[in-house]
């Protein structure tokens, strides 16, 4: 991979969003996982919490307690912290983040007797449970979370739904300052994305990354939300995209955001495009194509270290195009199985 320019550990990206790197940097997360403290001041929005690494901790404490900004001793610190999807980078310091709020309260009462009102955590519902979220949210004790409806620390997320975000005193448009909720499956079935209009921006997640590609369980919905997230951002707003800064959950933030997401549906397409083309001329033996005679076609020219996990992303463009009727599965299986293109 090639090296990364260095994303600062805490970042005022505008007036109300500032960036807190997870401290965990890595092959597929990048310079770390990015969370993102939303509000111009208490009780702020959280959007994920790293994987639980000790040393993230302190750059989330002193972003709460930026002394530039205004503070409400009788509210909490946070309000409300949004999972974007089930993986372990973006939710495994729920623990530690839950802990670190309590021990901020009681530190900061001077002896008031206010009680502490614990953060509600939202994330969109799995068609199944996850088995790591799931022990990490069973894992919270009682009172360090508001529970949801149904007594459990989760309050379910719906496509579209609202939160609002706590504005400046001079008065911002409170139909503004709020964080809409997009479900964006593909990366994962409970991916979603997130619209701050109040800042022209998109939390995008893992869905659409600042560098590089973003990988996916489920290529025809991953697609299918990329084109969901272009036609949201064509929706101009006095002549101007509806968004314009993307914020990925790794990487650096992307001033032409739509632009940025286009061109990932566009690589995607061309993927596929060249899939099917290779599909289209004569095996290189006397046996059909399998997954890996195209990966070693189409990837030719670059690296073989590359050609592994390229082939997993062309087999989840082969199995796409065989559930639109575009090509035959022959049998075989993982690299071995072997494809034809459908006349």
């Known amino acids: 991979m090639e090296a990364l320019e260095a994303i600062p550990n805490l970042t005022r990206l505008s007036k109300s969003v500032v960036r807190i790197l997870g401290q965990n940097p890595?092959?597929?997360?990048?310079?770390?996982?990015?969370?993102?403290l939303i509000g111009h001041h208490n009780p702020y929005i959280l959007i994920d919490t790293g994987e639980g690494k000790p040393e993230y901790i302190p750059h989330l404490e002193e972003?709460?307690?930026?002394?530039?900004?205004?503070?409400?001793?009788d509210q909490p610190d946070i309000s409300d912290i949004i999972i974007t999807h089930k993986h372990h980078d973006h939710c495994g310091g729920l623990p530690s983040v839950l802990s670190l709020l309590r021990r901020l309260w009681d530190n900061n009462q001077n002896g008031n007797a206010t009680p502490f009102v614990p953060p509600r955590i939202h994330k969109l519902p799995l068609p199944a449970p996850d088995t790591k979220l799931q022990s990490i949210l069973e894992s919270l004790p009682q009172g360090s979370y508001t529970p949801g409806p149904s007594g459990g620390p989760v309050h379910e997320l719906r496509d579209g739904q609202l939160l609002q975000v706590t504005n400046a005193p001079?008065?911002?448009d409170t139909t503004s300052s709020v964080l809409q909720v997009i479900h964006t499956p593909g990366h994962t079935a409970d991916s979603l994305c997130l619209y701050y209009?109040?800042?022209?921006?998109?939390f995008t997640a893992d869905t659409v990354l600042g560098h590089g590609s973003a990988v996916f369980e489920d290529l025809g919905p991953y697609m299918f939300s990329l084109r969901k997230l272009i036609d949201f951002g064509s929706e101009?707003?006095?002549g101007t995209p509806r968004y314009g800064t993307v914020?990925?959950?790794h990487g650096p933030a992307v001033p032409d955001g739509l632009k940025h997401v286009s061109t990932y549906l566009q690589h995607?397409?061309?993927?596929?495009?060249?899939?099917?083309k290779v599909l289209q001329w004569p095996p290189p033996s006397d046996d059909p194509w399998t997954t890996w005679t195209i990966v070693q076609t189409i990837y030719a020219d670059y690296p073989q270290s590359l050609w592994e996990p390229a082939a997993a992303s062309v087999s989840q463009h082969l199995r796409k195009l065989e559930a639109e009727?575009?090509?035959?599965?022959?049998?075989?299986?993982?690299k071995r199985t072997e494809w034809e293109f459908i006349r």
Do not use: M, W
Not at 63 to 73: C, F, G, M
Not at 325 to 334: F, P
């Open 247 to 249: 914020y990925p959950g």
């Open 236 to 238: 101009e707003i006095d």
């Open 325 to 334: 009727g575009r090509v035959e599965c022959l049998g075989g299986t993982s």
């Open 170 to 172: 001079s008065g911002i």
């Open 63 to 73: 972003a709460l307690r930026d002394i530039t900004k205004e503070v409400h001793a």
């Open 26 to 36: 890595g092959k597929f997360t990048l310079q770390g996982t990015n969370t993102y």
């Open 197 to 202: 209009p109040a800042a022209r921006a998109l």
């Open 268 to 276: 995607r397409t061309e993927r596929e495009e060249q899939i099917l």
